[in-house]
C-alpha cells in the first residue's frame, strides 16, 4: 500500500507539472498582453518610402 499511495502521489505531482506549467504560463502572457495593450493606443504609422536603418556599431557585451 505504501508504494501505491508513493506512485500515486508521484504520478499526481507529474500530471500537475505538465498540465499546470503551460497554463500557468498562458495566464501570464493574457495578463502581460492586456497591461502593455492598456498602456499605449497611439497607432504607428510608416509613410511611404520609408527606409529601416539598423545600427550594429554598438558594443554589446564585449564583443569586437
Known amino acids: 500500500m505504501k508504494q501505491f499511495s508513493s506512485r ?6 507529474a500530471l500537475l507539472f505538465v498540465l499546470g506549467g503551460p497554463v ?6 493574457i495578463i502581460a498582453s492586456l497591461a502593455t ?22 558594443n554589446c557585451g564585449g564583443f569586437t
Do not use: H, P, Y
Open 24 to 29: 500557468l504560463l498562458f495566464i501570464i502572457l
Open 8 to 13: 500515486f502521489f508521484a504520478n499526481l505531482a
Open 37 to 58: 495593450g492598456s498602456k499605449s493606443q497611439r497607432l504607428l504609422t510608416i509613410e511611404r518610402g520609408s527606409i529601416l536603418v539598423l545600427d550594429m556599431s554598438l
